[in-house]
């Protein structure tokens, strides 16, 4: 039988994988205000758990290996590794 559309590799869901956020995620985490800060810190946790969630896309050129995943009207910028996801950088852009 035939893997389903939208299906995930079986490494990449229900290992739980440390979450290491880098200096500049971190100055933009402290930059946002408290509301849009929690929301970010769930779906960071979450991708311990769920490094690939519904919504995550890649990203292709220069950020090539990275995701995207939307919060709101922000975005978070991260890589899958095989036991961290290294949290790169939360932008504003237009939804």
């Given at each position: 039988?035939?893997?389903?559309?939208?299906?995930?590799?079986?490494?990449?869901?229900?290992?739980?994988?440390?979450?290491?956020?880098?200096?500049?995620?971190?100055?933009?985490l402290?930059?946002?205000?408290?509301?849009?800060?929690?929301?970010?810190?769930?779906?960071?946790?979450?991708?311990?758990?769920?490094?690939?969630?519904?919504?995550?896309?890649?990203?292709?050129?220069?950020?090539?290996?990275?995701?995207?995943?939307?919060?709101g009207?922000?975005?978070?910028?991260?890589?899958?590794?095989?036991?961290?996801?290294?949290?790169?950088?939360?932008?504003?852009?237009?939804?």
């Amino acid at each position: 039988m035939g893997e389903r559309e939208g299906a995930r590799p079986a490494g990449m869901r229900g290992r739980p994988r440390e979450i290491v956020v880098l200096q500049r995620a971190e100055h933009d985490l402290l930059a946002l205000g408290t509301a849009d800060r929690e929301a970010v810190a769930r779906h960071v946790d979450g991708l311990a758990a769920d490094p690939l969630p519904r919504g995550a896309l890649p990203l292709h050129g220069a950020a090539d290996g990275h995701l995207q995943l939307r919060v709101g009207r922000l975005r978070l910028l991260y890589r899958v590794r095989q036991d961290a996801i290294l949290v790169v950088a939360i932008t504003g852009g237009p939804v």
